[in-house]
């Protein structure tokens, strides 16, 4: 496992170098840790930012983190009345580009799993496990393919106090699943929001500055 830690957005978390087999997973950097005024949006309304990423191109693995407000189910409601599976079902439909024919963004994953865990620090992370239909892979050429993923959120108020949720989400094909569940694991049990420093930079400060 390597370490990874951004005290602009202040979180910390371990990430695999290799599978349960042995096999290395050389996870590179395709967006750096950034702020997340200069992050780059999932969708079109910017809401939820990529604020750093990693891939490992040749399994297809992917290591993301992503910063947004609470929307839909989850607006307005205090963080102590969310279950782990509204935040799960949330999330992931904030992350989709899929609407219906009303114009409703809708999820196309389907949420295996959830539960809710106060951890050392005092926060609580809600953790999920789900799967998406896929594209085709350098390793696997199939037209139909699905991906399998753990995740984690936790949240954090902004400058004013409103919420911020901050997802880091791992992925890849379904075939090599068993082979890199126990660190994707690993990985969301030891994601941490840290203490803020002089570092820091609140998501809602200065939301539109690029740079």
């Given at each position: 496992m ?41 969708t ?12 490992d ?22 963080p ?19 609407r ?38 350098l ?12 995740a ?10 409103s ?15 068993e ?33």
């Amino acid at each position: 496992m390597k370490v990874l830690q951004d005290d602009t957005l202040a979180y910390r978390f371990e990430y695999p170098a290799a599978t349960a087999s042995g096999r290395p997973l050389p996870l590179v950097f395709s967006r750096k840790p950034e702020r997340y005024s200069s992050a780059a949006p999932l969708t079109a309304d910017a809401r939820q930012r990529i604020v750093c990423e990693l891939a490992d191109l040749l399994d297809a693995v992917t290591v993301s983190v992503t910063v947004g407000p609470p929307a839909g189910m989850l607006k307005g409601r205090a963080p102590e009345a969310w279950s782990a599976r509204q935040v799960a079902e949330q999330v992931l439909i904030d992350r989709s580009t899929q609407r219906t024919t009303t114009g409703q963004r809708v999820s196309l994953n389907s949420v295996e799993a959830a539960a809710a865990e106060t951890r050392d620090d005092g926060t609580t992370y809600f953790l999920y496990e789900h799967v998406s239909q896929g594209s085709p892979t350098l390793r696997t050429l199939q037209l139909e393919t699905y991906r399998h993923a753990l995740a984690v959120t936790a949240v954090r108020p902004g400058l004013d106090g409103s919420p911020f949720l901050y997802t880091l989400n791992m992925s890849c094909p379904q075939e090599i699943w068993e082979d890199v569940r126990p660190a994707f694991e690993r990985s969301v049990a030891s994601f941490r929001l840290l203490p803020t420093t002089n570092a820091y930079v609140a998501p809602d400060k200065d939301p539109w500055r690029f740079f």
